[in-house]
Nanobody
Framework: VQLQASGGGLVQTGDSLRLSCAAS????????MGWFRQAPGKEREYVAG????????YYTDYVKGRFTISRDNAKNALYLQMNSLKPEDTAVYYC????????????????WGQGTLVTVSS
């Protein structure tokens, strides 16, 4: 399984970014997917998850209402639309594959891709 995140960059507070994750290897639609992030000096944290069909999503409290996770199974792609960005959103963002079609618990993601850096200036 290979996962490659892209779309990061330097933005200002209040701006938007859309991250993408390209997946290869395995059947993309057989698995839940998620986004995690790791800020400098901090542990990796779970941001959002989505089940195989996109019908069920999960968001951690600090991104609810600002971030939207989505997927396109035909394109083997995962997305994270990030609006109203804040300096505390600055981190390397990683996409990850779940262990099955639907469980979105943070500890049930196993495969990790290369991250993409998001920097939000104040």
């Amino acid at each position: 399984v290979q996962l490659q995140a892209s779309g990061g960059g330097l933005v200002q507070t209040g701006d938007s970014l859309r991250l993408s994750c390209a997946a290869s290897g395995g059947t993309f639609s057989d698995y839940a997917m998620g986004w995690f992030r790791q800020a400098p000096g901090k542990e990796r944290e779970y941001v959002a998850g989505i089940n195989w069909s996109g019908s069920i999503t999960y968001y951690t409290d600090y991104v609810k209402g600002r971030f939207t996770i989505s997927r396109d199974n035909a394109k083997n792609a995962l997305y994270l639309q990030m609006n109203s960005l804040k300096p505390e959103d600055t981190a390397v963002y990683y996409c990850a594959r779940g262990v099955d079609v639907g469980r979105l618990r943070a500890d049930l993601f196993r495969y990790w891709g290369q991250g993409t850096l998001v920097t939000v200036s104040s």
